[in-house]
């Protein structure tokens, strides 16, 4: 399988299955060649483009690849569907907090399936993990137990839950949500043990457990304090 981080700053993924190509996230406009070319590389359609949340830097070449592509499946949490279209409101369940980041004004395109928790997608499971914004989802490739986590956590600037500023790296934690609400997705992705950490800003982690809980912990109590996180066995 190719497990192909794209376009840096903010990445995107292919998962590889036997036929054919789901794209993980689309970037910015300008990743719309990258994305294309890469496909012909591997060899293989892109039949489903998945979303890990509605932010700008996530759905940029979503519009472009639909055209390319019109058969293309396109995937988001039932929460975040509103949010690609543009409306902002919240739930009365949901914490009263302004969604924050540069949610999409001028996606035309429309996600054919709303996700829920749990739900599979060839390979991948579904997975809520709110926080970052209302719907986030991150996904999990049951092959491998390969995670991309979208921002949930990043690794750009250093490990951290989605949030927690990183001076190298604010922009996430600036387009966080909120961030209890992440705190507990990203303990929730640790109980995952995933053997790879594949986040949309930054290098991907093989074996990140110790990382994401060193996270989480630093997130919590400041670092090196308090009771560490353990995962569940
Ligand atoms: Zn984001």
């Known amino acids: 399988m190719s497990f192909l981080p794209k376009i840096f700053p903010v990445n995107c993924y292919f998962v590889e299955e036997n036929d054919d190509l789901t794209l993980i996230d689309a970037?910015?406009?300008?990743s719309f060649k990258g994305i294309v070319h890469m496909a012909a590389k591997i060899g293989k359609p892109i039949r489903r483009i998945?979303?890990?949340?509605?932010?700008?830097?996530h759905v940029g070449a979503l519009d472009a690849l639909r055209?390319?592509?019109?058969?293309?499946?396109?995937?988001?949490?039932g929460r975040d569907?509103?949010?690609l279209g543009g409306d902002t409101s919240l739930?009365?369940?949901?914490?009263?907090?302004?969604i924050r980041g540069s949610v999409p004004r001028k996606v035309t395109t429309k996600a054919d399936v709303f996700l829920r928790d749990g739900d599979r997608i060839k390979s991948l499971l579904a997975v809520d993990a709110p926080g970052h914004t209302p719907g986030s989802m991150a996904f999990l490739d049951t092959r491998n137990?390969?995670?991309?986590?979208g921002d949930a956590f990043q690794t750009r600037g250093g490990v951290a839950v989605s949030g927690k500023l990183k001076p190298w790296f604010p922009f996430p934690a600036m387009a966080t949500w909120h961030k209890p609400t992440a705190l507990e997705s990203a303990k929730k992705l640790c109980d995952l043990r995933p053997?790879?950490?594949a986040v949309g800003h930054g290098i991907m982690l093989e074996n990140p457990l110790a990382a994401m809980i060193k996270a989480i912990n630093e997130w919590e109590v400041g670092p090196n304090l308090g009771q560490p996180h353990t995962t569940k066995e």
């Open 145 to 149: 137990n390969i995670l991309i986590a």
């Open 27 to 30: 970037g910015m406009p300008f």
């Open 91 to 98: 739930l009365p369940t949901e914490p009263n907090v302004p």
């Open 81 to 83: 569907a509103p949010l």
């Open 50 to 57: 998945v979303l890990t949340h509605a932010h700008e830097d």
């Open 195 to 197: 053997s790879v950490l």
């Open 67 to 77: 055209k390319e592509f019109p058969d293309v499946i396109v995937y988001i949490s």
